[in-house]
């Protein structure tokens, strides 16, 4: 793999991410393969392609306040979303800074789902997000929320106790430590490139992570953390130290999120029963804008383009995309990994 692929590589899992544009001599290096159309046309291509696959709507069915509401109950696009969203707002933390939470926690991509028999898609980005009664909403929107009001839907579900169960509410500190606890690690470990010995923590898996949620638990052990912290971010900062890799979380929104743990949290009340919606098809504006970005790998976009027009159905289409965002979660796969799997996908 060269280098400009790894650099793609930890910058995937960044919420929000623009496509990369390569350049060589000013010229795009798109521009320079004249045996595959550029990228701007394939994204136009597949448009074109699944223009008929839209479902029609009419202005006699709008999505309505339970549509987005049932929308917004799933969570963003991130593993264990809904218990980071319940976690942020128990932290009595102002509108305007779940608005840009809630943009982060999202970040860009697309939902499928069926409500009373029917498609709803939902596209969501930087700008909000959009709906409609079809299998993509990204370019033909029949509604569309701004993040503040997403945020204030989310807000009053929480409020109104329709988002989270009570056995669900309970295991939301725990995963939040847990989780914390391994990006501070990864923190230590990967950026600044050594753990303190005065914190103790084993190197074992899942030891670490405990040994820090442990530290968590009081006031004290977390000012020991971010004491900590607050040394290893001022010598990177300084340039004391070289940072070993770049981690895809910044270091102080590691340590604001430490220090918001010290807040006692707000109680809300349970939902009885709740219904978390299962998505029932990947949007085909997911799908479009995972091909238009391309597997991560030297000329991934034209890979898929190749597999694209090799008469293989819808179904192996889906699979194929699954299979490349598998390997691009794996972050350090090598080229020659890749091409095994590739090998594996075509024997």
Not at 17 to 36: C, K, M, R
Not at 158 to 173: C, N, S, T
Request: glycine share 6%; proline share 5%.
């Amino acid at each position: 793999m060269k280098e400009s692929d790894s650099e793609e590589l930890t910058d995937f899992f960044v919420p929000g991410e623009e496509t990369p544009i390569n350049d060589a001599g000013g010229v795009s290096v798109y521009e320079q393969l004249s045996l595959f159309p550029s990228a701007e046309e394939q994204v136009g291509n597949i448009a074109i392609n699944h223009a008929n696959d839209l479902v029609p709507f009419s202005v006699d069915k709008p999505i309505t306040d339970e549509m987005v509401d049932y929308v917004l109950l799933t969570g963003g696009g991130q593993r264990d979303s809904r218990p980071h969203i319940f976690a942020k707002y128990q932290k009595w933390l102002d509108a305007a800074k779940m608005d840009e939470f809630l943009k982060k926690e999202y970040g860009r991509g697309g939902k499928g789902f069926t409500f009373e028999g029917e498609p709803l898609s939902v596209w969501y980005d930087e700008d909000g997000m959009k709906f409609a009664r079809a299998d993509a909403a990204r370019f033909q929107p029949m509604r569309t929320l701004s993040w503040m009001e997403v945020e204030e839907r989310t807000y009053n579900l929480i409020l109104d106790g329709k988002y989270m169960d009570e056995a669900e509410m309970w295991q939301v500190p725990t995963l939040e430590k847990m989780e914390l606890a391994s990006k501070v690690y990864n923190f230590f470990q990967d950026e600044y490139g050594s753990v303190p010995k005065e914190l103790e923590i084993p190197h074992i898996h899942p030891d670490t992570e405990k040994k820090l949620a442990e530290y968590f638990s009081s006031q004290e052990g977390i000012d020991r953390v971010l004491s900590h912290m607050d040394q290893a971010i001022g010598a990177l900062q300084r340039g004391d130290v070289k940072a070993r890799f770049h981690l895809i979380y910044r270091p102080e929104d590691i340590r604001e999120s430490v220090e918001e743990l010290k807040r006692r949290p707000m109680e809300f009340p349970p939902a009885k029963n709740p219904e978390v919606p299962v998505e029932t098809f990947i949007a085909q504006d997911e799908i479009d804008y995972r091909l238009s970005r391309g597997s991560g790998f030297e000329h991934g976009l034209f890979r898929i383009y190749e597999f694209f027009q090799s008469n293989h159905d819808k179904k192996e289409f889906v699979m194929y995309i699954q299979l490349l965002r598998v390997i691009r979660i794996m972050g350090r796969l090598c080229t020659s990994t890749f091409w095994v799997c590739m090998i594996f996908w075509n024997g």
